[in-house]
């Protein structure tokens, strides 16, 4: 599985942006998908998920403002970013993972795959 995470920029403090997450090769519904962010100098911390093709599981800093969503037929995930605050800049990831079990989905180190990033700017 190879991911291909696009759709970051600079944008203002208020505004909106849509990450978007390709998958090459099929993403079955049994695949837990994931998105991530690290900003500089920190840790990657977990900011959404999409719990095998039914759940969805949101950090508290970002609950309320973000939604991630799956479309199964483009074998891509999205994660739709409103209300963005300067703290949300950051490099976003996406990750999948066919064997997470719900206790860690906010665990960066249990999804197998991963994405190469895409940057989001967050101006005050």
């Known amino acids: 599985v190879q991911l291909q995470a696009s759709g970051g920029g600079l944008v203002q403090a208020g505004g909106s942006l849509r990450l978007s997450c390709a998958a090459s090769?099929?993403?079955?519904?049994?695949?837990?998908m994931g998105w991530f962010r690290q900003a500089p100098g920190m840790e990657r911390e977990f900011v959404a998920s999409h719990f095998r093709g039914s759940t969805t599981i949101y950090s508290d800093s970002v609950k309320g403002r973000f939604a991630i969503s799956r479309d199964s037929a483009k074998n891509t995930v999205y994660l739709q970013m409103n209300s963005l605050k300067p703290d949300d800049t950051a490099v976003y990831y996406c990750a999948a993972d066919s064997s997470l079990i719900m206790s860690s989905v906010r665990t960066a180190s249990a999804y197998d795959y991963w994405g190469q990033g895409t940057l989001v700017t967050v101006s005050s």
């Open positions: 090769g099929r993403i079955s519904g049994r695949y837990t």
